[in-house]
């Protein structure tokens, strides 16, 4: 099985609804192609089939639809809610008013808040695409994304987690750093005050 399906099988939902998946460079595909996933009829009722199907390209307003059904049914509201905003934003006018009565089921979510996890997603999947061009420049392989996790996290982590966590990391550094600093000087002060003549 290859990286790229490997991967699929650890995202959910919510990754998948954000657009937060791997998205791989042009660069990347040219050289590690990827099998195309048949679009299967009759559609799977399957939360995870129907999300490997987005991630494989076929995120047409059908699949969205099909898989806010599917999280509908599991009790997920909210997901289902994104996943019917998702296939009302690419369904033609026909199609939109029915999507709404079925968004209407699902409660509210904030479209704010749906805009900000695809603006973290977009910045993820960027991020990883410079990550493959760069190492493919540099003829590295690609496929290690150890230090790309360390920067940006995995596809399944939080973003806004993982920068916060590296700030949080950054400050307890500089803490230490400065406490440290204070306590060898505290060292020398007492030292030099010890050597001076009565």
Do not use: N
Request: glycine share 8%; net charge positive; hydrophobic share 45%.
């Amino acid at each position: 099985m290859s990286l790229f399906l490997a991967l699929l099988f650890l995202l959910g939902p919510r990754e998948t609804l954000a657009g937060k998946f791997p998205g791989h460079s042009p660069e990347f595909l040219q050289r590690y192609p990827a099998a195309p996933v048949a679009l299967p009829d009759p559609l799977p009722a399957d939360v995870d089939a129907l999300c490997r199907l987005v991630e494989a390209g076929h995120g047409t307003p059908e699949v969205y639809a099909a898989l806010g059904d599917a999280l509908l049914a599991r009790g997920e509201k909210g997901l289902a809610y994104r996943a019917f905003h998702a296939a009302q934003a690419k369904a033609d006018a026909a199609l939109k008013p029915a999507l709404q009565a079925r968004k209407d089921l699902c409660g509210h979510v904030d479209p704010l808040e749906i805009e900000e996890e695809q603006r973290r997603a977009r910045v993820w999947v960027e991020g990883l695409q410079a990550y493959e061009r760069d190492r493919i420049r540099r003829a590295a392989d690609p496929r290690d994304l150890g230090p790309f996790h360390e920067r940006y996290g995995r596809a399944e982590d939080d973003l806004l987690a993982v920068a916060q966590a590296r700030r949080k990391a950054w400050a307890v550094a500089m803490g230490m750093g400065l406490l440290g600093t204070a306590v060898l000087l505290g060292v020398v002060l007492f030292l030099s005050k010890r050597r001076r003549p009565a």
